[in-house]
């Protein structure tokens, strides 16, 4: 796993990564891992970059610190370095994006979901707000005409917001002091630290709308903040998703109640990065009966509303 596989040398370039051909992923992009966790530098393509080895490697972590470092290798290994996932993912989009679509992606992180979705032949608007992923996503996606990447947050209403960091593991940063003190509770935090804090910008749902049009499909993955950027929409969307944990339920909660206020939805539940939809779409009462009888052993997962 420590290092890539494969033949150097030409315009082309193929590497495998724990047995998946990451190289011309589709659509244009072209995204290669060498080594644990390396970070982009070289572009290569209209939609991706090659990850060129130890010297960007070194060359991007003069940038970070330890904990910095520790965290983006655990995303990327997480999200790009699991063979199977890239295919569930497509399997599960599929069934909302079709070639044209536009898409939000609110919490993109790494860019993931970005990168399937282009796969499919979606126009992407993404909100990163950590300064680290949001590099990151520069260098990965920055380069596509058909992607635009914002440096903010998305909430209840415009203006300015502390986002609290956790250098570690990023996947856990958030808005939200509340949901931090409540996942707290929850024995996998154990060990999780919030070691800084940044104030960023904040736009609403309605404002990206008004800017980029109305999304066939958008994903809401903020860590306890999914309400306040649902209260900053007030049109219904076709189809969206959002993340949910046990130990934090109240806020899924108030997500399908705002829904429900702006449209009728049916549901259906992804345990954790299955990308696997339960067999039957609910209703909004039973989705709120499924999640009050959520335990802390079922962690987490997303939420995915259609309009009924």
Avoid at 205 to 217: I, M, Q, T
Avoid at 229 to 237: H, I
Wanted: one cysteine or more; aromatic letters at 10%; proline letters at 6%.
């Amino acid at each position: 796993m420590g290092a890539a596989l494969g033949e150097a040398g030409g315009p082309v370039q193929r590497w495998r990564v724990m047995g998946e051909a990451l190289g011309e992923a589709g659509g244009g992009e072209r995204v290669c891992l060498t080594g644990v966790g390396a970070t982009c530098l070289a572009p290569t393509g209209r939609d991706g970059v090659f990850f060129d080895g130890m010297g960007g490697w070194l060359y991007r972590c003069a940038m970070m610190n330890a904990a910095q470092m520790v965290g983006l290798a655990r995303s990327m290994l997480m999200y790009y370095a699991i063979p199977w996932r890239p295919w569930q993912m497509r399997r599960l989009y599929g069934r909302f994006i079709r070639p044209g679509d536009l898409c939000f992606d609110v919490g993109a992180h790494v860019g993931n979901r970005l990168r399937v979705w282009r796969q499919l032949g979606a126009r992407v608007v993404a909100i990163e707000p950590q300064p680290v992923l949001f590099g990151v996503l520069q260098r990965l996606y920055g380069r596509s005409p058909h992607v635009t990447l914002l440096d903010q947050a998305v909430g209840a209403q415009p203006g300015q917001a502390t986002l609290h960091i956790s250098q570690r593991t990023p996947t856990v940063s958030t808005l939200s002091a509340s949901w931090m003190q409540a996942v707290q509770q929850d024995g996998s935090f154990a060990g999780v630290a919030w070691e800084s804090a940044v104030t960023v910008p904040v736009v609403t749902l309605d404002e990206l709308v008004a800017r980029y049009g109305r999304p066939a499909f958008c994903k809401i993955d903020v860590e306890g903040f999914e309400l306040e950027v649902l209260r900053g929409l007030t049109v219904p969307l076709p189809a969206l998703s959002f993340e949910t944990i046990p130990a934090a339920r109240e806020v899924a909660l108030g997500c399908v109640d705002r829904l429900e206020v702006l449209g009728g939805y049916r549901y259906s539940y992804a345990p954790g990065e299955t990308h696997r939809l339960s067999a039957n779409w609910l209703s909004a009462d039973e989705m709120r009966r499924f999640l009050r009888q959520q335990s802390p052993q079922d962690g987490s997962g997303d939420i995915y509303a259609r309009r009924a």
